[in-house]
């Protein structure tokens, strides 16, 4: 059965997925999630506790035991909390405890959503589903210039290796890997502003929803 209305919005980090699931969710008038909050949310949960993000057992449990609140929190961006979600994201455990929550969001009244899983696991029978790219350069020159927007200061080589090693992790996981569903569209950023991604992605979201 078709999902109703849901948008997948799927890529790397960094390629600018967030911005436009955003304006395409205002744009259309649905709720927007950035699952990967989720995954941020539990990975900080963890460093809370003092422990790993790797351990399995932790992490399900944080995955678990994990409120609203926690996406509120400020501390959920930057690179300890980028590799730490990138730890729990690996554990079948903790995308398993987070599937029914992410699943139920959506059909709820529909919504635009976020993710590296959307369009493969989360909602396969979307009906519309973006993948957004763009050149690891790229990406890490977007990601050095908002976290020295925040006032943190990181060697650009650096949060490009950074971002190939959680672009391999997340790829190369057993669990939901992230690629591309087969039917999605490929939209590269790398050359692009946002202005012109948002015009394409809409004309194509509202053709296919028919909106």
């Given at each position: 059965m078709t999902e109703p209305r849901v948008v997948a919005v799927d890529g790397p980090a960094a390629a600018g997925k967030g911005t436009l699931a955003r304006r395409l969710a205002a744009a259309l008038g649905l709720p927007y999630l950035d699952t990967g909050l989720l995954y941020r949310a539990v990975g900080r949960r963890v460093l809370d506790r003092g422990a790993d993000p790797r351990d399995a057992a932790v992490a399900e449990a944080e995955a678990r035991a994990l409120t609203a609140a926690d996406l509120d929190r400020a501390d959920l961006r930057g690179p300890e909390a980028d590799m730490a979600a990138s730890a729990v994201a690996v554990i079948p455990a903790v995308r398993a405890a987070l599937l029914d929550w992410q699943r139920a969001f959506g059909r709820s009244h529909g919504a635009v959503m976020?993710?590296?899983?959307?369009?493969?696991?989360?909602?396969?029978?979307?009906?519309?589903?973006?993948?957004?790219?763009?050149?690891?350069e790229a990406r890490a020159k977007r990601r050095h210039a908002e976290l020295l927007a925040r006032g943190i200061a990181r060697d650009l080589a650096a949060v490009e290796a950074e971002m190939r090693a959680r672009d391999a992790q997340d790829a190369g996981r057993s669990t939901a890997p992230m690629r591309p569903a087969e039917d999605a569209v490929l939209l590269d950023t790398t050359a692009l502003g946002i202005e012109e991604v948002f015009a394409t992605a809409l004309d194509l979201v509202r053709a296919r929803l028919g909106a």
């Open positions: 976020d993710g590296r899983d959307i369009g493969t696991v989360i909602f396969p029978d979307a009906p519309v589903k973006l993948f957004v790219t763009a050149s690891a």
